[in-house]
């Protein structure tokens, strides 16, 4: 029994080495077809590092409203107003991007930055004076996306991408981290340095794009943030 | 073992009071060097009502009414409390008899008090052992459910008288304006503030989040624990703590305002019950006058500075808090 087994193992080792190597076969076959140039084909891996930057957000003002004595014929009484807002901020992103065909990939990023929140104070009832309280947040995004490139033999391709992402929102000393989710739509040029021919090479990428957030750091449940985005990175082929 | 037994507090709620703004307290008493919360240890609360008619309203009715007002505090969901009504009673509010008795008494000397609470004290557990609400019938009541013009809303008032009873100090949280020689409510965000809403309004029968986590702070619940924070502080002036200061929370998603007061000689705060976000604190003096409503008339209670915003923003994390903030405020003859 123990025999057997152990045969009927062996052939389905063989069967599993067959599929995988069939599975190989085409990228294999892939690397030895030369499409004029060294452009991204099916299975290319690219990476990319560089600099992100989102712009500012006005945050839904509240009010800090006391429930007012009907005698008095006040509509409402509020203690003070606060207005805030998250500022723009400057971050790192980096990418892995798995080409499916020559112009489709799918890519997986990551971004980090550190907005600072503004809260303006005024208008209070005891007339305490303005003030702008602040606070730093630390946002990462770990996202995913379908991209499209167009002109893929040339040396600068254009492409858009859409995708959506896990936001994590970490508010500073890490007191407290709020999650949720990220949707993006962005455009932009990857543009390759040198030599064309060479299987290997570096280039730059540029793109900006719409980031919408659901959930994570906000003063309204109810209501999504978006920040327009953009960034520079570096990029390499593999 | 012998525990000392004390009458110790008679809070009123008053149709005109003078009074600033803004926060919960807790009632305490003092045993040597450190303060010990008022709370009932065993629960539920048993208490009776004086068989006795008062300012138009039925002793029946202000059986329901008082029920009423205990469910509502009971509704909390991050606080433990609980009440069973035992039965009327001849017996009468600040009667020493062991009892816990709520109802009217005829009070016409007493012109500006709407109701008030007393309680006996286990003075070194702070154990409440009986407690007494009085409802002065030399007022007009209503009972109605959207309330009466010129009668004062009795499930207001005993909603607030209830708060007492379960602990609660005065909440300064709410605006007042001179009227009559005495002070009207303008506007205010407890239940707990020490001057009533006006005559026909039923405003008063709903907490707010500072009552809320007031209660809640007393009588805390798992969901209290691991849900909610505090911060914690101090407010200082020229270097040195201050004594008295308000200060209020408030939390930029939910528009809640929660307070609390600097109870030490350090100026050291904790304002407990808070939702895990963002919050800006402000702080301001309780500067108009009646500071017995809230503080013993023996303590320092410093009043000499402006109402003022802290710089930062101070984030409150879910079941833990967020310490060592400090607002410094000016003494007001040094300002510009």
Request: with cysteine.
């Amino acid at each position: 029994m123990n025999h057997a087994s152990g045969t009927n193992l062996t052939r389905f080792g063989c069967r599993g080495l067959a599929v995988v190597a069939v599975l190989w076969l085409p990228a294999a076959s892939d690397a030895q077809v030369w499409v004029g140039g060294s452009t991204p084909r099916r299975g290319s891996v690219e990476i990319s590092g560089g600099a992100l930057v989102t712009a500012g957000q006005s945050l839904p003002s509240q009010a800090a409203t006391l429930t007012v004595n009907p005698s008095t014929g006040l509509s409402s009484f509020d203690l003070f107003t606060s207005n805030p807002s998250l500022g723009p901020a400057l971050g790192a992103q980096g990418t892995v991007t798995v080409y499916i065909t020559r112009a489709f990939a799918v890519e997986g990023g990551m971004q980090f930055s550190r907005p600072r929140l503004d809260v303006e104070l005024s208008a209070d009832a005891e007339d305490a004076p303005d003030i702008t309280a602040s606070t730093t947040i630390t946002e990462y995004v770990f996202s995913g996306s379908l991209v499209y490139h167009f002109g893929t033999a040339a040396r600068t391709m254009p492409f858009v991408a859409a995708g959506a992402g896990h936001l994590r929102d970490v508010h500073t000393g890490n007191e407290l981290v709020e999650t949720g989710t990220e949707y993006h739509g962005k455009a932009g040029l990857k543009m390759w340095f040198a030599d064309p021919r060479r299987p290997r090479r570096l280039g730059l990428r540029m793109e900006a794009g719409l980031s919408v957030r659901n959930g994570g750091f906000n003063f309204d449940d109810d209501e999504r943030r978006m920040a327009p985005t953009g960034a520079v990175s570096l990029l390499y082929l593999f | 073992m012998k525990h000392a037994v004390a009458f110790v507090v008679a809070l009123a709620c008053v149709a005109l009071a003078s009074q600033p703004a803004s926060a919960y307290l807790k009632l305490g008493t003092r045993v040597d060097t450190r303060t010990v919360t008022l709370q009932w240890e065993e629960l539920p609360v048993r208490y009776f009502v004086t068989d006795a008619a008062g300012g138009g309203v039925t002793a029946a009715q202000l059986r329901d009414t008082v029920a009423d007002a205990f469910a509502t505090w009971h509704a909390i969901s991050t606080a433990d409390t609980s009440s069973e009504f035992v039965g009327f009673t001849n017996a009468r509010p600040n009667d020493d008899d062991g009892l816990t008795v709520i109802g009217f008494e005829n009070r016409p000397d007493q012109d500006r008090t709407l109701g008030a609470t007393s309680f006996f004290v286990d003075t070194i557990s702070g154990e409440i052992l009986e407690a007494e609400i009085f409802l002065n019938s030399s007022f007009s009541w209503s009972v109605a459910a959207s309330g009466e013009a010129n009668r004062f809303d009795l499930e207001s008032i005993a909603l607030h008288e209830i708060g007492h009873l379960l602990g609660l100090g005065h909440s300064a949280l709410g605006e007042t304006e001179l009227r009559d020689g005495g002070r009207r409510v303008l506007a205010a965000e407890t239940v707990m503030f020490p001057v009533a809403y006006s005559t026909g309004t039923i405003q008063g029968r709903t907490l707010k989040a500072d009552d809320i986590a007031g209660l809640s702070d007393i009588y805390p619940n798992l969901d209290h624990r691991r849900q909610r924070g505090s911060i914690s502080g101090r407010v200082t002036k020229s270097g040195r703590g201050v004594l008295g200061a308000h200060i209020v929370a408030f939390n930029m998603r939910t528009g809640q305002l929660i307070g609390g007061f600097s109870l030490d000689d350090d100026g050291r705060f904790v304002i407990g019950g808070l939702e895990a976000g963002p919050h800006v604190l402000r702080v301001e003096p309780l500067d108009d006058g009646d500071i017995e409503s809230f503080f013993d008339l023996t303590l320092n209670i410093d009043t000499n500075f402006s109402a003022k915003f802290h710089d930062r923003i101070v984030v409150v994390p879910r079941g833990g808090g967020t310490n060592n903030v400090e607002i410094r405020v000016e003494p007001k003859n040094q300002e510009p």
